[in-house]
């Protein structure tokens, strides 16, 4: 046999010897992410102006991040025309354009999580 082949053989039986004696322990389960998953609404009633627009945000909290949003129809007897309908820095907003009412009511939902893995 080849010198190599012997000292792999001879470290291979110290290992089996004395590594039984010292073992490692295990590393410490890994704790569950929590999505912080919210849902935040915002209610708004305007009366009609010239402009005939309402537009309403609903604002998450600092350290959530928006992973969808929506609305409900305008309350009132013209449900209204969405112009927009997407998330902003600070949370989601909608306008709606209408005509026929004095006064519309609309909400906006937002959905947020966490934006971050926690630490530690």
Known sequence: MSFKILAVLAGVLALLLLGTSAQAKPAPAP???RL???????????????VNEVTVTANFPSGKV??????????????GVIRFNRP??????????FQGSL???????????????PTG
């Open 36 to 50: 912080g998953y919210e849902l935040i609404t915002k209610t708004e009633t305007v009366e009609r102006t010239d």
């Open 88 to 97: 902003t820095e600070t949370g989601w907003t909608v306008t709606w354009y």
């Open 103 to 117: 006064s519309a009511t609309g909400t906006v939902y937002v959905i947020c999580v966490n934006a971050a893995a």
């Open 66 to 79: 928006p992973t969808g949003g929506g609305h409900s129809k305008l309350t009132g007897d013209d449900p």
């Open 31 to 33: 704790q569950p992410y």
